[in-house]
DNA sequence: CGCATGCTTGATGGAGATCAACGAACGTGG
DNA sequence: CCACGTTCGTTGATCTCCATCAAGCATGCG
């Protein structure tokens, strides 16, 4: 029966129901999923295509330097249109599976004739990446001047706006954490062992409660927002 | 007769003569460009729209902290597409000129209307969004866990694709160093000092000469190559 | 049980931020 | 021409912080 799943083709694909997706005319969807596949991956499995939308999961480019250094360049989650084509640049990065993940596979040439002839698949492939754009911007902020206990908050927030994280409801502050320490840890460009002790921090500074080891609960949101934003910068003489 | 010039519309707005501006049809060049227009900015000025192409010199997406930290988010230079446009997130971070730069300035609702009437703009547009990710994606592995050192010959090698950095010709490993110390610092995510000790550490190991104090030849291409990969990581005690 | 994986905590050292100072280039205006 | 200011780039000394190394738990699985 596993068999029986995880074989491709079997399960009629389909777009997510939610904007921008489901928004599209009848003729693009036809259009578009007819070459498209579903497909299921588990941790550390490559994504076979490099134009996908999630359906469900957690995804990242994957580098790995010479000597074993690992970054994840890039997050995707349920509802994320992934687009790895570029026209000057080779292949740099794998697209690989946090955990266990659904995806809807689509052909890179159909893409192009779709969007070619389709108007709203354009706009919403426009629209998607400059949200793409917006986060990984945010990201760079991040990694370029943050301290890691500023950039450990400043994740927690980016996974708060994750599908799921809290049963869609955006009031709650319970937050999910949807992957290992280790990508955290990749991704945000310190070691796991950072990742660690900035949690236990958090959660001694009364910031952050964590009932579960894989959830966490915002106590004072206000306060984390500005640890975020740069709110704990490294100290120096001057100001002790 | 300056004021005359820096008075924008007085121009005509043309778009670039390379690909893909060049190879757009004649009615959606005029479509576009009806409602365009030429901005010439200095260094520190910001750009007026969320949308433009850059004819020459060099922009970038600044962002401060509270405490004063700056962080130069995305680098754009002569040909680039900026589309700062996004519908999920408030705006953050300011478009500025990081030298004497010019601009076409492009209307955001003509836009929208004309990736929706040509498909061949809206092509150019998901194309050069794709570089610009790979570029970004380049950027984060830089940040996250490389070195200053290895940061400083990444970004050089960027510097090296810039039009007119050695002429247009690729082979030439004459390299322009196209901005300031203090902007390559913001970028790569380190203090100008640190920078600067790159630099001369670079040179000192005979892997780039510096004949001005803004150009930089590669001495060892292949060499600054591994070292831009990761082929210098921090020193740990078991390899001593 | 043994073994693997994931998470946490502790001790140590090195790398880069920080602070300070200087030199070079470029304007001013007298 | 020089005195003067500013900006940019560089160099040196000091100190903080995070990577590193190591070890300890907890869990899951054969």
Redesign the pocket.
Known sequence: MDVFQSCCCTETPVLPDHAPWNGLSESCKSDLLETATHSYLT?GEEAASDVCIVLSGALAVERELSDG?RVLSTLFHAGDLIDLRRSERIRQGRLIALKDSELLILDQERVALCTDQHSDLASAFIGQQGNHFARMRDHVADLASK???ERMASVLFEFKRWPGSSGEKKECNSIQ?P???????DYI????????????KLEKERRIA?PE??RVFMIDVPAMRQIANGGR????????
Chains 1, 2 share one sequence.
């Not at 992957?179 to 840890?185: E, H, S, T, V």
């Not at 460009?189 to 236990?200: C, D, N, Y």
């Open positions: 941790r250094r301290t890691p206990f954490i992957i290992l320490r280790i990508d955290i840890a460009g310190v070691k796991p062992e950072t990742v660690s002790r900035a949690i236990r964590i080891p894989d910068p490294r100290q120096s003489r001057q100001h002790a």
